[in-house]
Nanobody
Framework: QVQLVESGGGFVQAGDSLRISCAAS????????VGWFRQGSGIERDFVAA????????NYADSVEGRFTISRDNAEQLVHLQMNDLKPEDTSLYYC????????????????WGRGTPVTVSS
């Protein structure tokens, strides 16, 4: 089991930067992958980025590539999502999720979820 708690969401202007974080606890072994998702228009949660617990491998959605950076802090068991050049379409509830296994870009393969942190970007 992995427990996840997100923090750092807020209200920003278009073009601003924001960093959100995910605190992980429980069985955070070397095979844990942590991903960030955001609530889509329906019930789906859209993939944003993911990182292996080793930090050696990352993956990004096309819509955020070059603007967002995912990273991890082993000592603090934190995974950060640095979001630069934010756009109004980035407004959403952002979720941290974890799975045992390799990088995966769909929400159905993640077993553990946080409650989300809201990000609002005004134009």
């Amino acid at each position: 089991q992995v427990q996840l708690v997100e923090s750092g969401g807020g209200f920003v202007q278009a073009g601003d930067s924001l960093r959100i974080s995910c605190a992980a606890s429980g069985r955070t072994t070397a095979d844990v992958t942590v991903g960030w998702f955001r609530q889509g228009s329906g019930i789906e949660r859209d993939f944003v980025a993911a990182i292996t617990w080793s930090g050696l491998d990352t993956n990004y959605a096309d819509s955020v590539e070059g603007r967002f950076t995912i990273s991890r802090d082993n000592a603090e068991q934190l995974v950060h999502l640095q979001m630069n050049d934010l756009k109004p379409e980035d407004t959403s509830l952002y979720y941290c999720a974890a799975r045992y296994g390799s990088l995966w870009p769909t929400s159905d393969k993640y077993d553990f979820w946080g409650r989300g942190t809201p990000v609002t970007v005004s134009s």
